[in-house]
């Protein structure tokens, strides 16, 4: 079975500070990873993610993250937070199921960026 | 935005009742994927059409069933409402292959909102 943890329900930083969302998974064989967003009464909005290769991945919007395989973690950064961050975070791993795929998320993150 | 659509927004149904939710996906995806968020919780994956066939179903009853059209629309049917099935239902289409498409990203349509009563 595959599973995400988002240890942190809720992140507060400053403006213009870096932010880091966590992120921790558990996967069968080689995860694919990702990162989306949800703003308040919105569906979720990609981010960035994580097949193979370079293990610093660029998203949108100044995103980035990195993974790291021997601590099976995909945390999220950002070098200056902005007000309009403030949203729901998710990681998800992407399993392969009978043929199909599914996406396995966590429980979210809220970020709160404040002045 | 994504291009991917879904209606209607909000809806309001009572416990023993049917619904039926649409989904349009992106223009050139071949698969949906249906989710179904709980509030304060992450999505929770319901079932993946791929090219009109079933293609993956998670830990969902068998009242949850679906459909998708040749042009790769989609529908969530829900029968016997229960309570418990008030949350905001996610599509997400994508393009793939059978056996997942390992570049294959989800996108999301914004959501409908289902209040069962």
């Known amino acids: 079975a595959q599973s995400v943890a988002q240890p942190e329900d809720q992140v507060n930083v400053a403006e213009g500070n870096p932010l880091t969302v966590k992120c921790t998974y558990s996967?069968?064989?080689?995860?694919?990873l990702f990162w989306y967003v949800q703003y308040p009464n919105r569906g979720l909005q990609f981010l960035l993610k994580?097949?193979?290769?370079?293990?610093l991945v660029k998203g949108s919007y100044g995103f980035e993250a990195e993974f790291n395989k021997s601590q099976t973690s995909f945390h999220l950064k950002k070098p200056s937070a902005l007000v309009s961050d403030s949203a729901l975070y998710f990681c998800?791993?992407?399993?392969?199921?009978?043929?199909?795929?599914?996406?396995?998320f966590g429980t979210g993150t809220q970020l709160k960026v404040e002045l | 935005e994504t291009g991917v659509t879904q209606s209607p927004t909000h809806l309001i149904k009572t416990r023993g009742q049917q619904v039926t939710l649409r989904c349009s996906s992106q223009?050139?995806?071949?698969?949906v994927s249906w989710y179904q968020q709980a509030l304060g919780q992450g999505p929770q994956f319901i079932f993946q059409?791929?090219?009109?066939?079933?293609?993956g179903r998670g830990n969902f009853p068998p009242r949850f069933s679906g459909l998708q059209f040749p042009n790769y629309s989609s529908e969530l049917n829900v029968n016997a409402l229960e309570l418990d099935d008030s949350a905001l239902y996610l599509c997400?289409?994508?393009?793939?292959?059978?056996?997942?498409?390992?570049?294959?990203?989800?996108?999301f349509g914004p959501g409908t909102r289902l209040t069962v009563l």
């Open positions: 997400a289409s994508s393009l793939g292959t059978i056996a997942g498409g390992v570049t294959d990203t989800q996108y």
């Open positions: 996967v069968s064989g080689n995860p694919y």
């Open positions: 994580y097949i193979t290769g370079d293990n």
């Open positions: 998800a791993v992407r399993a392969i199921t009978g043929g199909g795929n599914k996406l396995t």
């Open positions: 223009s050139g995806h071949n698969t």
């Open positions: 059409y791929y090219r009109e066939e079933e293609n």
